[in-house]
């Protein structure tokens, strides 16, 4: 359940917070007031797209923010992700002018698509463009599917696979001198690289044996120079060890002279050490012009299979991997496409089997939702309505075999036909009014912007008496212009445009009783009411 909700900076909104309360929350104000920037910024919140356009002109950052209850489905998302849960939620989202956006979940920063799941458990919003998705048959099949809870997980991996063969026989069974050319081609790619030989690794060795070769006569010279100067008469070696000797001589006067003597002594092994292993690199340098071209030649081959067939000796394997199970397959494909047909007609039973599961499983759900969803019309003045939900076959799609259809006659000796060609757009709030309050399981809270469009009068008394009722299961907050929605909320917000430092912003503030009643007559008779919508005001709040 919503808690607080805090929004800054989001269109006219300079800075609102709203303290969210239990049962049901009606706000009201004047067009334009800014009732549909704070279902802007809830959708924010709970992880829609970002708009840069939101952004309050003249600022460059906006944040909602808003503290829930948890529940059980939220706790086991943040559990996996790491995220402590052991008190309310807090959810808040930055955005900045250039519309990038930051989301944080208890502190921490998750990634829109978290917050957009997370948010699907805690708030569930009814906009005015909802109800357009009663007037697409193709969408009726999902308020099934999320009444019934219908798996489709088995059909689904089946329906993949067959897909998947699918293909795979599409491919193998192509023009027969394309297989050909195919074949061919990879047998001259495979000899081509199987000639060569590569070993991982070779061409580094070889670039650097190169580098040798290069530079032989160079390496040579300085080797000689070194050994000269460390061995050779007057050398390196020879001051160390006269030096060596002086000092071994006054070695007993002065302790200090030890160590001085075990450091140069150390120096003259080095000497030695060293001379000896510039000896063992000159003895192997020797300059051979055909080595060099032999080498050469093979990093040229290598540096061309590479540019051929992925850019590494070791990509190159790998295409030539690969290159070889492709040609297994196209030189057996008549033997595989057999197995592949078979396969498939194995796949098309199990789908169908599976798919007929799901349809029986829809159809006893149907009869279930279409009997619940009359009885709420009925509630909400529609008391001759007939209404069905029609699922016929169709062509296999990843959601079944089946197309769901609602049928509906609004009035009595009428027939049945599609919701979406007979049903007014009072009939359809209505409509979905009653899908939302079967369908009201998940999200604690529920948001309906302007539930009551088209409706007037007693059916829009019935509608203000369902929420009334949703809002005992649930927490439910309605922006209406309707006075019967108003008058049985248990909490009134008015939203309001005011002038401040030039500038129009939006402001929250919760009415008094009193203030409800001069709202509500407002709402009846325009700004200038009269004292019979006050009186008419009095009596609608007196009728709770």
């Known amino acids: 359940m919503l808690i607080n909700l805090d929004i800054k900076n989001i269109a006219l909104i300079e800075q609102i917070s709203l303290e969210a309360e239990k049962g049901m929350t ?32 003249g600022t460059d950052k906006a944040r909602v923010s808003g503290i829930f209850t948890s529940n059980k489905e939220v706790e ?39 917050l957009k799941t997370v948010g699907e458990h805690l708030i569930n919003i009814h906009g005015q463009q909802d109800n357009q998705a009663l007037l697409n048959p ?48 990879l047998l001259y790619q495979l000899s081509e690289i199987g000639e060569a030989h590569l070993i991982p690794g070779e061409k580094t060795e070889l670039s650097a044996e190169k580098n040798i070769l290069v530079n032989a006569e160079k390496i040579t010279l300085a080797i000689n120079d070194a050994r000269q100067c460390l061995y050779e008469e007057s050398s390196a070696y020879d001051q160390l060890s006269a030096s060596i000797s002086s000092l071994e001589s006054i070695a007993g006067y002065d302790t200090s002279i030890d160590s001085i003597l075990e450091k140069l002594r ?6 030695e050490d060293g ?57 057996n494909a008549d033997e595989n496409i057999e197995a592949l047909k078979k396969e498939i007609q194995n796949l098309e039973k199990e789908l169908q089997k599976e798919s007929e599961k799901i349809t029986d499983y829809r159809k006893k759900y149907a009869l279930i939702l279409q009997n619940e969803i009359e009885s709420s019309l009925k509630e909400l003045d529609m008391p001759n309505v007939k209404f069905a939900v029609s699922i016929t076959s169709s062509e296999y799609t990843a959601q079944g075999a089946d197309t769901v259809e609602f049928m509906i006659c609004p009035n009595a000796g009428e027939l ?40 007037s009068g007693n059916a829009a008394l019935k509608i203000a008496k369902k929420l009334k009722k949703l809002s005992e299961k649930k927490q439910v907050i309605c922006i209406s212009h309707q006075p019967q929605l108003a008058s049985v909320a248990d909490n ?35 700004d200038e009411y009269t004292e019979t919508a006050i009186a008419h005001a009095k009596e609608m709040l007196g009728m709770q």
């Open 416 to 455: 049945l036909k599609p919701l979406a060609e007979i049903a007014s757009g009072g009939e359809l709030s209505r409509v979905m009014l009653a899908i939302k309050s079967i369908l009201a399981d998940g999200a604690d809270t529920l948001i309906f912007d302007e539930i009551d469009t088209g409706v």
């Open 266 to 271: 150390d120096a003259l092994y080095a000497v």
């Open 275 to 331: 001379v000896h292993e510039l000896r063992r690199i000159a003895d192997k340098i020797e300059y051979d012009e055909n080595r060099l071209n032999e080498i050469e030649e093979r990093l040229d081959l290598i540096s061309k299979l590479e540019k051929k067939y992925g850019g590494s000796i070791e990509a190159v394997l790998e295409y030539e991997k690969n290159a070889a199970q492709t040609l297994e397959q196209l030189e």
């Open 492 to 526: 009134h917000i008015k939203i309001k445009k005011v002038q401040k430092e030039n500038r129009t912003v939006t402001n929250l503030s919760v009415l008094s009783h009193d203030e409800r009643i001069k709202e509500i007559a407002r709402i009846i008779d325009g």
């Open 76 to 114: 086991n998302i943040l559990f996996e992700l790491g995220i402590d849960t052991e008190d309310d939620i807090i959810i808040s989202r930055d955005i900045t002018s250039d519309g990038k956006s930051v989301c944080r979940i208890n502190g921490a920063v998750t990634p829109q698509s978290t």
């Open 26 to 57: 009606v706000l009201t104000g004047e067009t334009g007031a800014g009732k549909s920037i704070i279902i802007d910024a809830v959708n924010l919140l709970i992880g829609s797209r970002t708009n840069k356009g939101l952004v309050r002109y």
């Open 138 to 185: 193709s969408k009726h099949i999902d308020f099934l599917d999320s009444y019934a809870k219908t798996d489709l997980t088995n059909y689904q991996q089946v329906y993949s696979l067959l897909l998947t063969k699918r293909k795979e026989l599409a491919e193998l069974s192509k023009n027969e001198d394309d297989r050909v050319f195919k074949i061919d081609s």
